[in-house]
């Protein structure tokens, strides 16, 4: 499964990382999200889609 965070709708709120650190970690110049891992299975692939699911902006894409 792939795993993409949309820069433009990231608001750098960090519910992705909290709730998944091993998929994605925010970036220190300005705390927008990245992922990790782009390629992801089994628990990985639990863990991106709990962390998509608590994204507010939607800006998490899995599939
Ligand atoms: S939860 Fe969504 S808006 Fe917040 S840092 Fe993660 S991707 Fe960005």
């Keep these: 499964m792939r795993v993409q965070v949309d820069a433009n709708?990231?608001?750098?709120?960090?519910?992705?990382?909290?709730?998944a650190p091993q998929v994605f970690a925010l970036r220190d110049e300005d705390g927008h999200a990245y992922v990790l891992e782009?390629?992801?299975?089994?628990?990985?692939a639990t863990a991106a889609r709990e962390g998509a699911d608590s994204c507010p902006e939607r800006a998490i894409n899995v599939g």
Excluded: I, S
């Design 38 to 44: 782009e390629e992801v299975d089994g628990d990985l």
């Design 9 to 19: 709708q990231c608001q750098g709120h960090g519910l992705c990382q909290m709730t």
